[in-house]
């Protein structure tokens, strides 16, 4: 099963930075657009950022638009969620996804999750 692994997940203070990456052993991220969603306690889950396969196109969700960015290395198989200003709000289980459609923070187009890294913020 083609399945990407999130890493760089933690416990940070309000204000504070963390970078995620979603990387694959078993496929190239490069042919797919790949996307960062988020997952709180007792909450659905909501797309947070999307990339192209060039990393042309980015989208955002307003709930971490001008804080959070997306970027890619396809020579390192990675791709990365740079998270500033971070908000207790922001505490979940991020989870980045694969999918051969188009850049969008809508999770029924993707194919493959990864497991997930828990981001808690918190003082």
């Known amino acids: 099963q083609l399945q990407p692994v999130e890493s760089g997940g933690g416990l940070v203070q309000p204000g504070g930075s963390l970078r995620l990456s979603c990387a694959a052993s078993?496929?190239?991220?490069?042919?797919?657009?790949i996307g960062w969603f988020r997952q709180a306690p007792g909450k659905e889950r909501e797309g947070a950022s999307c990339?192209?396969?060039?990393?042309?196109?980015?989208n955002y969700a307003d709930s971490v638009k001008g804080r959070f960015t997306i970027s890619r290395d396809n020579a390192k198989n990675t791709v990365y969620l740079q998270m500033n200003s971070l908000k207790p709000e922001d505490t979940a289980v991020y989870y980045c996804?694969?999918?051969?459609?188009?850049?969008?923070?809508?999770?029924?187009?993707?194919?493959?999750w990864g497991q997930g890294t828990q981001v808690t913020v918190s003082s």
């Open positions: 996804a694969a999918s051969i459609g188009v850049c969008t923070v809508v999770a029924t187009t993707y194919r493959y």
């Open positions: 078993r496929f190239t991220l490069g042919n797919y657009v």
């Open positions: 990339i192209s396969r060039s990393g042309g196109i980015t």
